[in-house]
């Protein structure tokens, strides 16, 4: 009769000769393979998960690259960040806006002349169709300042201030909406931080999930009149978990967009810069959101 005993004993044995003679001969245990990055047609891109930090993507990270209206991001966070702020102050909409975006050609969230908008739905306005016009009426009515340049000035160099405060070395602005004179760059690596810091407030967070909105202004002769916004992010209803950030464009800028999405608990955010048309912004921002949650 076979020993039960001993056949595991022999069993033991061998486990552990064969364990013995596969490090002595330089064989390591079977490891999962890891996961390989994607390719993205975009200049930069960086993936982080928000919980740990973890850098799990970086293409030209750190590399200076035009904004593009990603700048927007920076220009909400500067208003949420203020003091006692009222998002249902009324700002009155003033001609100076309208005549900058026919001036620049700008994304424009079509504000009326006259009309008075809430600091709530300016940042609407801002954040879906990336109005710039939004972005010059809520850096008039938060900068300081005797005149409406001052205050753009110093709205300016406190998006700046905000950029140096979080470590940000590789970013500048010199306007409030991404549309300057050569010198709003910033990296995929600073953006996402950005966003990550400015995903903390619960109003940015609430804006750049939504995909569209209509808002009841008030008429400069006391009446209403509804605006409708649809957000630029067409991620947004089509990838599963993604809860914004913001679309940039332009000449120098080419196409980018800040992402961040949720599964599982799990959240990852990121940038992609310079990419070569909105198709492959979106497309590469899907591959960099797939591999984050993959790694």
């Given at each position: 009769m076979v020993n039960s005993r001993n056949i595991s004993r022999a069993g033991a044995v061998c486990a552990t000769v064969c364990a013995v003679s596969a490090a002595g001969a330089?064989?390591?245990p079977a490891q999962a393979a890891p996961v390989r990055p994607p390719a993205i047609t975009a200049k930069g891109g960086f993936v982080m998960n928000t919980g740990t930090g973890a850098?799990?993507?970086?293409?030209g990270a750190d590399s200076r690259l035009p904004t593009g209206s990603t700048a927007k991001i920076m220009t909400a966070h500067v208003v949420l960040s203020q003091k006692n702020l009222d998002l249902n102050r009324k700002?009155?909409?003033q001609m100076a806006y309208s005549d900058y975006i026919v001036a620049k050609t700008a994304s424009s969230a079509r504000l009326i002349v006259g009309d008075k908008v809430t600091v709530r739905q300016l940042l609407y306005g801002l954040m879906l169709p990336s109005g710039c016009d939004a972005a010059y009426a809520l850096a008039d009515?938060?900068?300081?300042g005797s005149t409406r340049a001052a205050r753009v000035k110093s709205f300016v160099g406190r998006m700046n201030a905000a950029a140096t405060g979080m470590g940000l070395k590789n970013t500048h602005f010199d306007s409030f909406d991404g549309i300057g004179n050569g010198k709003n760059y910033s990296t995929p690596r600073d953006l996402t931080k950005l966003a990550a810091q400015a995903m903390k407030n619960p109003t940015f967070r609430t804006v750049v999930k939504t995909r569209s909105t209509k808002q009841r202004v008030t008429t400069k002769t006391g009446g209403y009149r509804d605006m409708a916004w649809t957000n630029t992010?067409?991620?947004l209803g089509t990838y599963q978990g993604a809860l914004g950030v913001k679309t940039g464009s332009g000449p120098e800028a080419k196409y980018c967009l800040v992402f961040a999405a949720t599964r599982g608990g799990r959240t990852?955010?990121?940038t992609v810069l310079s990419s070569s048309s909105e198709a492959n912004r979106n497309t590469d921002a899907t591959k960099l959101m797939n591999h984050g949650f993959r790694s």
């Open positions: 330089g064989l390591a850098a799990l993507f970086a293409k700002v009155t909409v009515a938060y900068g300081t992010n067409k991620l990852v955010i990121g």
